[in-house]
């Protein structure tokens, strides 16, 4: 990849979001990278590891009570892309916190705890168990409040999109969690983006990450039904990297907070355009179901532009 | 599961032969830059590369690997298996391999085994019969029609049934009608067959067959599943079955990884009635 003039950055290089460090710029997002590769040995000739380079890993989606998941089918491909209805199927807090927690220990790469509710105080609740467990966890670098998962049946993608709520949802994890970082994701299945934005710096986050899936439905046309059992899923991969700049650049230009760009990202041309609207960070969500080395071959494809 | 698998790897391999073995399967063969081992059962994901590429890698049973060669079956049933099908020799796959847990291999307390292999579910069983198979296990594959059995890769050990009765080709034999039913009348031949480990890879119905023929006897049974699949090592969730939390009699439930857990579940453990029709659509798309 050529080297673009305007292109100084080092992506492997220590830097701040929160109170802390991270020891890079490219991140694997929620949900595309379960827990990291906890049991798995994978190999690759051009690359030492799928963390190799990577600054943190986002885990998969812990909410207060475990959730079996939507019903199958969960994944309908695109041409740019898929539509996922996983429903946010995890094992629940309090196994996370007693079984996950210590393996994600184990990783060389620091953590960013992806955590959902439907109440500001389950948000609390959450995040004061997590310091309490997590305290002495050196990696283990803060939370990104999923406020945004659009099929999750009770809120749903408007759950997010109320200005107030995301305020509230963040001042209640803000306020047990004093020494890691606090991360907003938002939805973009709003018209403006930057007022929730704002209300989620007003209320004390460290960053704004940018985009969750946009909603989106197909149609079986054998059936002529959806193809999803609850209709609509969240639809991520290339075809929504051109609305995820457009909500990036509204937030970095109208509320000045640091964004962690989200959104279709496959490549480095497409981790640099992130980067050129200002993102302090990217993640790599669908590529990495693709490819378990993607975010890492980011990352290396970045060194080579800086050589 | 106390298995011990290979490493997996992330290669771009080139295609070296990509042709019909019979009138509805392709055989396709992946020289990689290095050999990769494997245990029949485990299966690879496979993508085309550049403008090509697909959204998400395809899954595959392993046919056979053979030095650098890894080999697979398929049939042409949806958009990835259709940009598969058109693959010229020296062209470029990624190919994630292997993955998934196994067939065990047989110790001295297995049973004789029963092989049914449906259709695109013969790699897995050809693969552990090659490596495994014992004097006294039986294999039986079902196919389409006669035109839709690959003749060339079932060796005179295999029985072969047809749904369709036609376009056999001369020497070769094949009963007419299910093959669990051709299976069974093999095995009660000559009076009570005594105790078989029931192998099965194939269309749902064939394995929710399976599933009954072992249970009505009391025989153990090992079924591979054939889901789509997002990820294919774990992450995404996408390709999850229904399994018993505590095996037989117990009502509770959890969702497992078809890739990670299986492809190759104890048909026991399965959860039979949630398994819906969305489920094991005979082969990736």
Same mark, same amino acid.
């Given at each position: 990849?050529?080297?673009?003039?305007?292109?100084?950055?080092?992506?492997e290089?220590?830097?701040?979001?929160?109170?802390r460090?991270?020891?890079?710029?490219?991140?694997?997002?929620?949900?595309?990278f379960?827990y990291?590769?906890?049991?798995?040995?994978?190999?690759?000739?051009d690359?030492?590891?799928?963390?190799?380079?990577? @600054?943190a890993?986002?885990?998969?989606?812990?909410?207060?009570?475990?959730?079996?998941?939507?019903?199958?089918?969960?994944?309908?491909?695109?041409?740019?892309?898929a539509?996922n209805?996983?429903?946010?199927?995890?094992?629940?807090f309090?196994a996370?916190?007693?079984?996950?927690?210590? /393996?994600? /220990? &184990?990783?060389?790469?620091?953590?960013?705890?992806?955590?959902?509710?439907t109440?500001?105080?389950?948000?609390?609740?959450?995040v004061?168990?997590?310091?309490?467990?997590?305290?002495?966890?050196?990696?283990?670098?803060?939370?990104?409040?999923?406020l945004s998962?659009?099929?999750?049946?009770?809120?749903?993608h408007?759950?997010?999109?109320?200005p107030?709520?995301?305020?509230?949802?963040v001042a209640a *994890?803000?306020?047990? #969690?004093?020494d890691? /970082?606090?991360?907003?994701?938002?939805?973009?299945?709003?018209?403006?983006?930057a007022?929730?934005?704002?209300?989620?710096?007003?209320?004390g986050?460290d960053a704004i990450?940018a985009?969750?899936?946009?909603?989106?439905l197909?149609?079986?046309?054998?059936t002529?039904?959806?193809?999803?059992?609850?209709?609509? @899923?969240?639809?991520?991969? /290339? @075809?929504?990297r051109p609305?995820?700049l457009?909500?990036?650049?509204?937030?970095?230009?109208?509320?000045?907070?640091?964004?962690?760009?989200?959104?279709?990202i496959?490549?480095?041309?497409?981790a #640099?355009?992130?980067?050129?609207?200002?993102?302090?960070?990217?993640q790599? @969500?669908? *590529?990495?179901?693709?490819?378990?080395?993607a975010?890492?071959?980011?990352?290396?494809?970045?060194?080579r *532009? &800086?050589? | 599961?106390?298995?011990?698998?290979?490493?997996?790897?992330?290669?771009?391999?080139r295609?070296?032969a990509n042709?019909p073995?019979?009138?509805?399967?392709?055989r396709?063969?992946?020289?990689l830059?290095?050999?990769?081992?494997?245990e029949?059962?485990?299966?690879?994901?496979?993508?085309?590369t550049?403008a090509?590429?697909l959204?998400?890698?395809r899954?595959?049973?392993?046919?056979?690997?053979?030095?650098?060669?890894?080999?697979?079956l398929?049939?042409v049933v949806?958009?990835?298996?259709?940009?598969?099908?058109?693959?010229?020799p020296?062209?470029? =796959?990624?190919?994630? +391999?292997?993955l998934?847990?196994?067939?065990?291999?047989?110790?001295?307390?297995?049973?004789?085994?029963?092989?049914? +292999?449906?259709?695109?579910?013969?790699?897995?069983l050809?693969?552990?019969?090659?490596?495994?198979?014992?004097?006294?296990?039986l294999?039986?594959?079902?196919?389409?029609?006669?035109?839709?059995?690959?003749?060339?890769?079932?060796?005179?050990?295999?029985?072969?049934?047809?749904?369709?009765?036609?376009?056999?080709?001369?020497?070769?034999?094949?009963?007419?009608?299910?093959?669990?039913?051709?299976a069974?009348?093999?095995?009660?031949?000559?009076?009570?067959p005594?105790p078989?480990l029931?192998m099965?890879?194939g269309?749902t119905?064939?394995?929710?067959?399976?599933?009954?023929?072992?249970r009505?006897?009391d025989?153990?049974?090992? =079924?591979?599943?054939?889901?789509?699949?997002?990820?294919?090592?774990?992450?995404c969730?996408?390709?999850?079955?229904?399994?018993?939390?505590?095996?037989?009699?117990?009502?509770?439930?959890?969702?497992?990884?078809?890739c990670?857990?299986?492809?190759?579940?104890?048909?026991?453990?399965?959860?039979?009635?949630r398994?819906?029709?969305?489920h094991?659509?005979g082969? +990736?798309?």
């Open positions: 990849m050529k080297h673009p003039h305007w292109w100084t950055l080092d992506v290089a220590p830097f701040t979001i929160g109170p460090e991270l020891p890079g710029r490219v991140w694997t997002a929620s949900g595309c379960a990291g590769l906890t049991g798995h040995d994978i190999a690759a000739q690359i030492d590891s799928p963390y190799a380079g990577i @600054g890993v986002v885990t998969k989606t812990v909410t207060p009570q475990p959730r079996p998941g939507n019903p199958m089918p969960r994944l309908v491909e695109m041409p740019v892309g539509i209805s996983i429903g946010l199927e995890n094992v629940g309090e996370f916190i007693a079984e996950t927690l210590p /393996a994600l /220990a &184990e990783l060389a790469v620091p953590t960013v705890v992806s955590l959902a509710a109440r500001p105080e389950e948000f609390g609740s959450m004061a168990e997590l310091h309490a467990a997590g305290r002495d966890m050196p990696t283990w670098h803060g939370v990104e409040l999923n998962c659009p099929n999750v049946a009770e809120g749903g408007d759950f997010g999109s109320s107030e709520t995301v305020a509230a949802c *994890a803000r306020s047990h #969690l004093p890691r /970082a606090l991360i907003a994701k938002l939805t973009p299945n709003v018209a403006r983006v007022p929730l934005a704002a209300a989620a710096a007003e209320a986050c990450a985009i969750n899936t946009v909603v989106g197909d149609v079986d046309l054998k002529g039904r959806p193809v999803l059992p609850r209709r609509f @899923g969240g639809f991520s991969g /290339a @075809g929504i609305i995820a457009a909500k990036v650049d509204e937030i970095v230009r109208e509320v000045g907070i640091p964004v962690v760009g989200i959104g279709g496959d490549t480095a041309e497409d #640099l355009k992130f980067f050129a609207l200002g993102c302090v960070a990217i790599v @969500g669908t *590529a990495q179901m693709r490819d378990p080395f975010a890492a071959r980011i990352v290396q494809d970045l060194r *532009a &800086e050589s | 599961m106390g298995l011990l698998t290979p490493t997996t790897w992330d290669l771009t391999g295609v070296t042709a073995v019979s009138s509805g399967l392709l396709l063969d992946v020289e830059p290095r050999s990769v081992t494997f029949p059962g485990q299966f690879a994901m496979l993508n085309l550049g090509g590429q959204v998400f890698r899954p595959f049973s392993i046919l056979a690997s053979d030095g650098r060669t890894m080999s697979f398929y049939r949806g958009r990835g298996t259709e940009r598969l099908a058109d693959l010229e020296g062209e470029a =796959v990624d190919c994630l +391999a292997p998934g847990k196994p067939f065990a291999a047989p110790d001295a307390a297995t049973p004789p085994v029963v092989i049914l +292999a449906g259709g695109v579910g013969l790699p897995p050809h693969a552990w019969l090659s490596r495994h198979g014992r004097p006294g296990d294999a039986c594959f079902g196919g389409r029609d006669g035109g839709d059995v690959p003749w060339s890769l079932l060796s005179d050990e295999w029985r072969v049934s047809v749904d369709r009765d036609v376009d056999i080709p001369a020497g070769r034999q094949a009963h007419h009608g299910l093959v669990t039913e051709l069974l009348s093999e095995l009660e031949r000559d009076g009570d005594g078989r029931v099965a890879c269309p119905p064939l394995l929710r067959a399976a599933a009954m023929l072992a009505d006897r025989w153990p049974c090992l =079924v591979s599943l054939e889901e789509h699949m997002g990820c294919g090592y774990g992450v969730k996408g390709c999850v079955v229904p399994v018993r939390l505590d095996g037989p009699g117990d009502s509770g439930w959890r969702n497992a990884n078809s990670t857990e299986g492809p190759v579940f104890d048909a026991a453990d399965l959860d039979w009635e398994f819906g029709a969305h094991a659509t082969g +990736a798309a």
